[in-house]
């Protein structure tokens, strides 16, 4: 089970960080991602990390502003945001899957989910 928290309200130019912990013993094995979905829009990769965290990957939006990262001995991963948008308000989530190849994928890739965690960015 994957728990994501650390949304929240930002003013444009904030920063604010996610938490995505997962239970079990296996999460060194699972590739973790950051996904988002703002209303009415699809849901969209942000960015993506290998299993040992050696590679990430980010969605256009993100790179540059966005880091991910995890610890695999906290069975945690981790979404670092800075230079907050407007355009950044959405249900971010995270996602876990043990078999994916890359460190970026559509969302169909990911088998296992966390129930959101909402970021609202203000002007």
């Known amino acids: 089970q994957l728990q994501a928290s650390g949304g929240g309200l930002v003013q444009v130019g904030g920063s604010l960080g996610l938490s995505c912990a997962a239970s079990?013993?296996?999460?060194?094995?699972?590739?973790m991602a950051w996904f988002r979905q703002a209303p009415g829009k699809e849901r969209e990769f942000v960015a993506g990390?290998?299993?040992?965290?050696?590679?990430?990957e980010y969605g256009d939006s993100a790179k540059g502003r966005f880091t991910i990262s995890r610890d695999n001995a906290k069975n945690t991963a981790y979404l670092q945001m800075h230079s907050l948008r407007a355009e950044d308000t959405a249900v971010y989530y995270c996602?876990?899957?043990?078999?994916?190849?890359?460190?970026?994928?559509?969302?169909?890739?990911?088998?296992?989910w966390g129930q959101g965690t909402q970021v609202t960015v203000s002007s």
């Open positions: 990390i290998s299993r040992g965290g050696g590679s990430t």
């Open positions: 079990g013993r296996t999460f060194r094995d699972y590739v």
């Open positions: 996602a876990a899957d043990r078999f994916q190849r890359g460190t970026r994928g559509a969302s169909s890739e990911f088998a296992h």
